[in-house]
T-cell receptor, first 116, second 116 residues
Framework: SAVISQKPSRDICQRGTSLTIQCQVD?????MFWYRQQPGQSLTLIAT?????????ESGFVIDKFPISRPNLTFSTLTVSNMSPEDSSIYLC?????????????FGPGTRLTVL | AQKITQTQPGMFVQEKEAVTLDCTYD???????LFWYKQPSSGEMIFLIY??????QNATEGRYSLNFQKARKSANLVISASQLGDSAMYFC?????????????FGDGTTLTVKP
């Protein structure tokens, strides 16, 4: 497995502001993903964070709203920009350590965001 | 069509009894992995068990076992000897090896409540 940490663990923010979430893994991993889980809902993939290149975004998510960085194989950030109450969610970082496309994904502890 | 279907929004089980959480999936990819995750109220996604599409035997991990019926495209989670700490949301997920670029698809989840 992989040890994954996220910062912050939770935050309460005002609308119109931005928050950057950090994800740190204890070893180099091939694939890193960012998910959003709105209250009472399942997980929705925001984007795949690619090392050294632009992230690959899913339908409905755009770089201007959710810029992502991945400067190396152990670290990534997700920024939630110009926040509104609809952005209140748990944001989860996930990694695939092996690079095998059917292998287990492991998740960080999540960042619980509330936007007022 | 949904790729992962969990038909039980909520389940109740008596402490020390076994419970089965249902999951059916839809894919034409011969190579895929199936996963179960537990999400307690803290929000963390905890990996429980994995089944590969080419695995001949059903996966087991302690009190968790996966009843894999490939022809029926079902991957039910069986929890034996339920404990109060098993009360949580449970998600079934799939990764396809040749399609979808290794991204996971999640079901809507089942909320399990263990009664003393």
């Amino acid at each position: 497995s992989a040890v994954i940490s996220q910062k912050p663990s939770r935050d309460i923010c005002q609308r119109g502001t931005s928050l950057t979430i950090q994800c740190q893994v204890d070893s180099q991993v091939t694939m890193m993903f960012w998910y959003r889980q709105q209250p009472g809902q399942s997980l929705t993939l925001i984007a795949t964070a690619n090392q050294g290149s632009e992230a690959t975004y899913e339908s409905g998510f755009v770089i201007d709203k959710f810029p992502i960085s991945r400067p190396n194989l152990t670290f990534s950030t997700l920024t939630v920009s110009n926040m509104s109450p609809e952005d209140s969610s748990i944001y989860l970082c996930s990694v695939d350590k092996s690079g095998g496309l059917t292998d287990t994904q492991y998740f960080g502890p999540g960042t619980r965001l509330t936007v007022l | 069509a949904q790729k992962i279907t969990q038909t039980q929004p909520g389940m109740f089980v008596q402490e020390k009894e076994a419970v089965t959480l249902d999951c059916t999936y839809d894919t034409s990819d011969p190579s895929y992995g199936l996963f179960w995750y537990k999400q307690p109220s803290s929000g963390e996604m905890i990996f429980l068990i994995y089944q590969g599409s080419y695995d001949q035997q059903n996966a087991t991990e302690g009190r968790y076992s996966l009843n894999f019926q490939k022809a029926r495209k079902s991957a039910n989670l069986v929890i034996s000897a339920s404990q109060l700490g098993d009360s949580a949301m449970y998600f079934c997920a799939m990764r396809e090896g040749n399609t979808n670029a290794g991204k996971s698809t999640f079901g809507d989840g089942t909320t399990l409540t263990v009664k003393p």
